[in-house]
């Protein structure tokens, strides 16, 4: 019966099938093994991580470590807080003997300082520094009638004598050593030099610089090759006068690249230079006085070019000092008026301890500063790895701001894009393109929109301002403001100030002539500057980024709230608006929030576009710090700074930096911190998922 | 009406309007404005795009015309006939070098390995060495100071050799400690060759140099044994023949290289002169408003100074291209060497067939394609050499061609900076390829089998883990392959088992292998929801008609459901194709970041994400750099919404 067409020899259907379904199954796990060994990677090196340095992963900002090779010995002396927190972080056990705590007292002043007041700019930074309260918006100099400065060693000083004669005349008792005096002659040369060609030296080239010389390279010197020499080319016959020194330099026959002087003159002149020598301790002089010490390396901490600022705060604050600080001060800085005087003093625990072997030790650049305070600190050796110290506190607050600002902005959009799609819009040419445009926007990969971002917010989006740059692409004057901004600030920011007659091309011409980079001429602009790498500009990107996500999913809840809802209040009397308002959204609300949580994951997660819109590797201070304005303009400053983002510092620390042990703990305890940060929001959001879909029947 | 139930939460007392609108069209078109705003976004990132990267290829087009007056154009066809020569010679090198290290095997890296051990060695015992050395210091000073003073007892003395004894024993303790938990694991390049054969001597090798500061023999005897191995392996006679050959192809070249160097010089001297007086007019344009603006007459005559250094003279370039000429006929001599030297060197090129090393076979192949085109290459530079004239126009076509099938990326450059895009989206499809073709038969089988083959309860874990797959955040995948991934390939590969995979073993840690798995598993969540729904939406009655039919569950699956939602899946392959191009994380630290074209897939390459985000944060606004990168991001655009326009079609004709 072979000829049977329905006879098969033998079937393997079931072994093939058995084969098959294996074949299925092993893809489907062998998907989810590869996820688990990934997080098992993650988990198994960032959980150890965590459990070493605990909470203080989180609530410290990253630093800067040093790993230090110290030797051992006795009597290390140490804030017990910066004791504590060399502990965290150092994994290893560290040989630490004869620990012993105990209380250090220091001796504080605090005062006010009085309006009208003068005070050298770095005393005033010293003071801001270690009172964080305290800030100054100054907005006038004056140069003091006395100041005051330590000599620490017996310095010798040779001046000319013009100069000399100034500080005899302000200050007649300043100097009290012997003065000699030593005639020097010097010469300048009458140069005359023919029209050509001739090769020349950067050497040369530099030195001729600054004379009047009028010579045209033919090539600019590379910065890799400075011993090239060039073609320049002498327009015209020329009789220049130079001192010796460039002549030396630049027409020199013996040297190589130098020019060919027809005719040369000597011109001597003579220059009197004196000595006298200041012995160690306090003087108190005017401002002329030293102004000129100043180039003689006379330390102190007066701004002698600019002179000193004057106090103008309008609140009464109290300022706290160590008393060997307040001491300088008081001494320095002669018309400085305080008010409220007050000693105290001031108890730390300290902790001393023993180090019984040679070891090596990694500390925080916080815990590094004060270790340094202990004269009996001194490491052999100090290697510094970037952004390995610490903990994660800025990149999570800087990542929570970007979230929270491009929600903000993606869901008031895509919530009124959604309502507009699904409530009111008609099938027809307008909606057709509006999907078609979000469909294609959800195409477009991270970078570009980082790309966008950069080119929009960063370079081009309009600020107002009353100091716009002088690169901005078009600023636009509306309102004539007499006011001008703080000296502190024009100090600080490099602004030009311009006549306010002047027109804003003409400003702007002014100010980049004198290598300004802001001007103020009075005028309120527009300014299309962009916002500068920024928060804004961060949210901003990735909320149009996040918008074609949003919207989808919110039009999916409206679409999920029954018809009938509406007819029922549309037959009650209300109109299309507050059926939407009271019948449609209150029942989307929790789809919406579904969506904003799944938004929030993406958001999170995304480093591309604010790698060069908002984020930075480096920030000392959380976004809330070191602002000094107040009002609105505290809010439009707090959002025009750049942040730290955890997706950014983990790209930092794991790419940019030089690899080494030291970054491993930091690399993966982020790295571990960011997926549970976003596998909580993503998990959140499958359980709202899955309780609205249980709950909401109509 | 008056009489309205005021109690109505609807009644509404007052209505107005503006501009003949009232409040309900009002809100209607607030809503629509922000529903039209995704029109403006994309169309306001197109316009953006093009804006910016309109100002390109003129500016292109410049700089390429200075490049060839400045007479670089010539002296770089020079260099194309020295350099592709100079690559024949070091591809015999290195072919000498791989068979070298495959014939010695283990013995080949035994005395890296001790270095890198000692190193470790060393620095973990950094206390006791220290120790050590203290404590030597003092005894000798108790010596030293014992010869003149009577006071230190013998007792002291010996009570310091104990010491030092005794930290002597500290430190080979801690040595020996350290060397235990060493093995070959530990190594930083994990793609040496190994053998547990000398684990247990190199590790008593480094004991011994520590403790006792000596070579230790079994290094001497290495370093014997190899020069051994080496000097045979030299007298074999194909490797005898390939030093011939490279010889014979090194010995024209220092000569040449010379020639061409002065030539350079002279070149890139032009173009210095050329850039100078271009910018000389805009120069003295800023000084001319610096002058009018300025307030003393000092200022006035300092910035008129200025002004009358600039370079008013535009440079003759026929004059300063003149040696370039001349230099035609004295590179016929350089060039009849080149003939005979590869001439010379490839009738001494070996057969392959006795190499036992992969590479150095494959290096050999590599000679045998070059040296097949390597005449007419030489003469048709020779050619393009006689026929070059630097007043020839350089085309606008031409530069938009070079921008579009360039193959150098080059930037920052001070000889000439190139911006030829092939390297880039080769490297950005290839690991879209390799990534796609991993991930599909994963995701699609995943997908079957969810949806038709496996139990509910594996559906409810399966599927939330697949979305949890999804929530990964790029950066995060980048990181695993920077550090974990690359160096797990790289030891893996030198297995035997994958010999037989093309590339393999794998030489760097960042390669397209290496992105292209972890890309993989970022496509695989997209693919793998698309593609069971697209399960889903397949009518249950075509499953039911097909079993009914007698065919098995399989059957079923594969021959009626499969076909009947392929639309479906192919579009769910483009879409994740469309995702893993537009992917920058990944890419930017595990492709390895060399612009060249991949060979092969475990090489290293660049992308045009990758390069977007390494290189736009320091290029100056408007410069021919900027324009180039936003060239590059309008491309990169452009494909990435090309695949996802036309796999949303495909869906959208399946769904209905």
New interface residues.
Partial sequence: MSDNPFKSKKSN?RT??KF??G??????Y???I??TF?FG??LWNGVPVLMDKGLSFLSHKPQTLSVL?L?KGTGYEVPTEHFDNMLISNPNELPLENLEEFQKSFQLVSFQIKNGSLIGDDYLKDIEKDNKQYYVRFTERKFPTLVGFTVHRDKKIRISKPELEIIQKHDPQLITSEITEKIVTLQNKKVTIKAGEYPLSKDAHDSLQKT?L???????Y?D?EPNKI?IT?I?KDQTITLPSSIFYAAFDEDEKGTLPATKVESIPYEKIFTDFSLTKGNYQTSSETLKILNQYGIKHLHNAEKGAVVINNKDEINITLHQEKYDQLVAHNPQLKLSHIEQSQQQIQYTRFDIA????VQLNFSDLLAFKQDSKFKPTSEKTHSYSGGGVLGPIIGTACLVIICMAIALF?GI??????N???KKGG?TK??RL????????????????G???FV?LAPVFSQTPNTGSKLNIPIVFIDSKPDLRIIEAEGIHIVDSKLSTS?SE??AN?AGAKKFHNGWYYISFQGWGVCMLAGGFTLA?MV??VI?TSCEESLKAVPMSFREA?MA???????SIR?AVLPYAFPGILTASVLGI?RV?????PI??TAAVAEKSDLPWQGIHTSGFSAFVDFLQQSVQAL?YH??TV??RIP?SEYTQPM?YGS?LI??II??M??AVS?YLRIKIRNKIKW | MKDRNPSNPFYNSKSWKIFGLTKQDLIKYFFGGNAALAVLIISGIIMFLVFNATSFFPQYQKKLTLYRLSGQEMTDLYSAQYNKVVELESLCTQAVAYEKQTRIGALYRVTDIYSEFKSKALKSAVAERKELARSQNSLNNLKSKAEADTSITPQQIAQAEAHLAKTQKELKHKVNQSLNDLDYGHLKNKAWETSDFYLKDIRLAVLENITTKNQPQFIKNITAEYDQKAAKIDALHFIKELNKAKTAFSQPLPAYNTFINELRTIASTNKAQGEKFNRSADTIIANTKAKELAHTEEERNKQDIQIQRQLTVAPNYAKLCEPLYYSIADQKIHHEALKTAVTNGISNIPDTSEFKSNISRGLLEDIAKINSEILPFLNEKRTQIENWKHHKEYSMSKTIAGFFFGTEWVTNSSWQDFYGVVPLITGSVFVAIVAICIAVPFSVGGAIYVNRLSSKAEQTFIKPFIEFIQAIPSIVLAFFGYIVLGALIQKYSQSWMFSWLPGFPVEDQYTILNAGLLLALMAVPTIFTLCEDALNNVPKSYKEASLALGATNLQTVTKVILPSCASGVIAAILLGFGRIVGETMVVLLVLGGRIAIPGSWTDPAHSMTGILAQEIGEVNEGSLHWGALFMVGLVLFSIALGINYISQKILLKYTR
């Fill in positions: 259907l093939k099938e098959a379904y074949g299925y199954a092993f893809a489907t062998f998907i989810i590869c996820a990934i990677t993650i090779e030797e009047e009028i010579f045209q390279m033919k090539q600019s590379p890799d060039n080319i327009p072997k040679d070891v090596e959009t009124a894009a959604a309502t507009y799609l409530e009111y819009a307008l393109i509006i445009a979000m469909l294609n926007l959800a195409g477009v990969p991270s970078i570009v929109f980082g790309l966008f950069f080119g929009l370079m003409e011409e002014l002539a149009i918008l074609p919207i209040a009650l009397g209300a109109t299309k608006w507050q009271t994951t999170a997660g995304e480093t591309a790698m060069f997706p983990i790209y794991a790419g690899q690399q790295v960011f997926m976003v596998f929001l993503s499958i």
